[in-house]
């Protein structure tokens, strides 16, 4: 069992940065990978960005070059800073952790903070 706690949310103007945190507890951190993802009013719950147990990172193509995913494993906790925000960034953000260990599929989400931007 793992928990994920995320904070760091809330409301910023277009152009205004924003950093996320997600605190994980409950098991061994390290080998999960780890995600941010989104959902707007009305819209699926996408990918954002993601870090893998070995470090490696992907972006979902809208936020290449403002959002960036980076894990603390000393401190259990896995950021999303996010820089030069847009209106269409605005959801609730869900930290996300994964792994598969043989045929068993884990898969656990945080609570989620709500990011507004907005002037």
Not at 37 to 56: D, F, I, T
Not at 108 to 116: A, F, K, N, R, S
Request: glycine share 12%; net charge positive; aromatic share 10%.
């Amino acid at each position: 069992q793992v928990q994920l706690v995320e904070s760091g949310g809330g409301l910023v103007q277009p152009g205004g940065s924003l950093r996320l945190s997600c605190a994980a507890s409950g098991s061994i951190f390290i080998r999960y990978d780890m995600g941010w993802y989104r959902q707007a009013p009305g819209k699926q719950r996408e990918l954002v960005a993601a870090v893998s147990s070995s470090g490696s990172t992907n972006y979902k193509d809208s936020v290449k070059g403002r959002f960036t995913i980076s894990r603390d494993n000393a401190k259990n906790t896995v950021y999303l800073q996010m820089n030069s925000l847009k209106p269409e960034d605005t959801g609730v953000y869900y930290c996300n952790a994964h792994q598969i260990v043989g045929l068993a599929n884990y898969n656990y989400w945080g609570q989620g903070t709500q990011v507004p931007v907005s002037s």
